[in-house]
């Protein structure tokens, strides 16, 4: 048996030219200026309005509570948080003492709660004082002595032995944090860095 040249049977093949491929593809659209435009314009009025609404004050302590949560332990009434330094928990906390406090400004930076751990009865445990250290904010300031609050946030300090989360915080935070201690120095057998605070509702999650 024997093969003859694929030509002889009348078939030849050709390659052809690059971009000879029985239709050309279609060169894309110019993008229209106009259209552009309306994209920036409309990037900008959405980013405005964004910045708008997260100042509402209700909206941006929601979200900043809702992030707060995330990954945080919920404590019962009557439970010690002394050997949870470095844990970001959520506890029940009756307040004593509302201090402002001012750190390199000339306006309030910080503020502090001092009082007791609540106990499972909802009396506060006096053998169990805490300090919550939470960013200033008017509302905060308006908190009055014996308040059943909910804080939450991380464990940054215990007494007897010491401890301290300071991996955990920032250089200036931990500066500040000692500032405020060496100043207050009754309820820091344990000292929480606090990122929101709500009202307590005996028998409530959040």
Avoid: C
Avoid at 32 to 42: E, F, G, I, T, Y
Avoid at 50 to 66: F, N, T, Y
Avoid at 184 to 197: E, I, K, Y
């Amino acid at each position: 048996m024997s093969f003859r040249p694929f030509a002889e049977k009348g078939h030849t093949m050709e390659l052809k030219p690059p971009g000879e491929t029985g239709r050309e593809y279609e060169q894309p659209k110019p993008v229209s200026w106009k259209r552009l435009l309306l994209a920036v314009v409309a990037a900008f009025i959405l980013g405005t309005a964004v910045r708008v609404v997260l100042e509402v004050p209700e909206i941006r302590d929601g979200l900043r509570g809702l992030y707060a949560d995330y990954g945080t332990i919920q404590l019962a009434a009557g439970v010690d948080i002394a050997e949870d330094v470095g844990r970001k928990i959520r506890f029940p906390m009756h307040v004593q003492q509302v201090l402002p406090f001012m750190i390199r400004d000339s306006k309030p930076r910080y503020i502090v709660f001092g009082g007791y751990i609540l106990a499972a009865d909802g009396s506060p445990d006096k053998t169990r004082p805490v300090m919550a250290v939470a960013p200033y904010m008017e509302k905060y300031g308006a908190t009055r002595s014996g308040s059943k609050l909910w804080i939450s946030g991380l464990v940054a300090l215990s007494e007897n032995p010491t401890r301290r989360a300071e991996s955990a915080l920032t250089a200036d935070q931990v500066n500040d944090l000692q500032y405020i201690t060496e100043r207050v120095g009754f309820w820091d057998r344990v000292v929480v860095w606090a990122s929101a605070v709500a009202a307590y509702t005996a028998g409530a999650g959040n």
